[in-house]
């Protein structure tokens, strides 16, 4: 397109649709797979993207259930929370962090993130323990790893499980070892907008843990172990637990199979374009720090779900940018402990200062790989003219 129209194109917060343009033939040949057979749940295909992630990420079990949210609940159900029992979690994340732990039975104990990074951190949460506290559950936020070594540290100091909301890591290692196995087990989440997106809602979760592993796939599936609704031998009619239904489902399986094969080459271009948001952002006035520029923790790597700046009059830029086709999303808008649905845990505005300097000034700017170069200096001029405009 000539430049003069790219100049003015809208740029949306998140789209997956050239995506498909490049994996057509791949996803076709699943799909083709999937309506031959004629299982569209807990199929073959989920067995093979199950095997597949487990490749990927190292891990020995994947275990395909259909979102991120029921991978969590089912982890912490299956790593045997028991009622009442406390789990500590970040006061900033995804509500499913905390509401997963209410779900499974459990309370969410809240603790502080870390001063300039967005992952829980060891000494509040260490603060956060107590006789009844069974795991901790940090967060892998955005495009790093929370302070992992620090965090198992606590973890074993103090006798509690740690599991990981590895949800937005896929990618993301501390010294080769994939999120969501540092611990007893972590989750993948594989909604459209995450690094590695379904078509609808899919999730997994990740662990070494055989025991764990069979808990996840009786819990997914009314109670019943076994492996998929394809290998019938597998699957044992006796209900071993009160389970749910969280199948995962094939249409999304050979959807994931065929981007999971391209999934080297999206990190790469991710990591170009935030590479360029970060040279084009750094030093801009209102733009606080560039994530390129905030250090990753020790023996972790730096993987780009979501490009996400710290910046001054953060409701009056996004205004600004939408005013100018260009889609923003805050990452996120409030703390996890001031939210309604948490009331009755009794907290209170000042309570987890970092988590809502945080809220307050986060702005997460498009970021995918079929993003143009031009529309990502497009935001970037946008930013910019908001800034120095005001400042003259
Ligand atoms: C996306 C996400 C989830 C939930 O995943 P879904 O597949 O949307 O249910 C949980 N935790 C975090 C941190 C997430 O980003």
Redesign the pocket.
């Known amino acids: 397109m000539p430049a003069a129209d790219a100049a003015l194109s809208p740029v949306p917060f998140f789209t997956q649709a050239a995506s498909f343009d490049r994996a057509w033939p791949d996803v076709r040949a699943h799909l083709l797979d999937v309506l031959d057979r004629g299982k569209f749940s807990h199929g073959a295909k989920v067995g093979e993207l199950e095997r597949a992630l487990a490749r990927w990420t190292g891990a020995r079990h994947a275990v395909a259930v259909n979102?991120?949210?029921?991978?969590?609940v089912l982890l912490l159900r299956a790593a045997g929370l028991a009622p009442g029992d406390e789990v500590v979690v970040p006061a900033y994340?995804?509500l499913?962090?905390a509401s997963?732990v209410e779900l499974a039975g459990g309370v969410p104990v809240f603790a502080d993130i870390e001063a300039g990074a967005h992952g829980l951190d060891p000494d509040t949460a260490d603060a956060a323990v107590t006789a009844r506290t069974r795991a901790i559950m940090p967060?892998?936020?955005f495009d790093r790893l929370a302070d992992l070594r620090g965090l198992a540290a606590v973890a074993r100091r103090r006798g509690v499980t740690l599991l990981e909301?590895s949800?937005?890591a896929i990618g993301m290692r501390l010294d080769g070892r994939h999120a969501g196995l540092l611990g007893a087990g972590g989750?993948l989440?594989?909604?459209p907008s995450?690094t590695l997106g379904a078509i609808g809602?899919?999730?997994a979760v990740l662990t070494d843990d055989d025991a764990l592993a069979d808990a996840v796939r009786a819990l997914r599936h009314h109670g019943r172990r076994g492996a998929t609704l394809d290998d019938p031998a597998a699957i044992s009619a006796a209900t071993v637990l009160p389970g749910v239904n969280s199948k995962a489902d094939d249409v999304q399986a050979a959807v994931l199979l065929a981007k999971l094969a391209r999934l080297d080459a999206d990190l790469a271009r991710r990591a170009e374009l935030a590479a360029r948001y970060d040279a084009r952002l750094r030093g801009v006035p209102g733009v606080r720090r560039v994530p390129g520029d905030a250090p990753v923790h020790p023996g972790g790597n730096r993987v780009v779900y979501v490009y996400l700046v710290e910046v001054d009059d953060r409701d009056a830029l996004a205004a600004h940018l939408a005013a100018r086709g260009i889609g923003t999303e805050v990452y996120y808008p409030v703390p996890l402990p001031l939210q309604p649905c948490f009331a009755h845990l009794g907290h209170r505005p000042g309570d987890f200062p970092r988590a809502e300097a945080a809220c307050a000034a986060a702005l997460a700017l498009p970021l995918y790989p079929d993003l143009p170069d031009a529309a990502a200096d497009r935001v970037c001029d946008e930013i910019e003219r908001f800034y120095l405009g005001r400042a003259r």
């Open positions: 979102s991120g949210t029921d991978a969590l994340s995804f499913a962090t997963a967060a892998h936020l909301d949800a937005e989750v989440s594989f909604f995450k809602d899919a999730g």
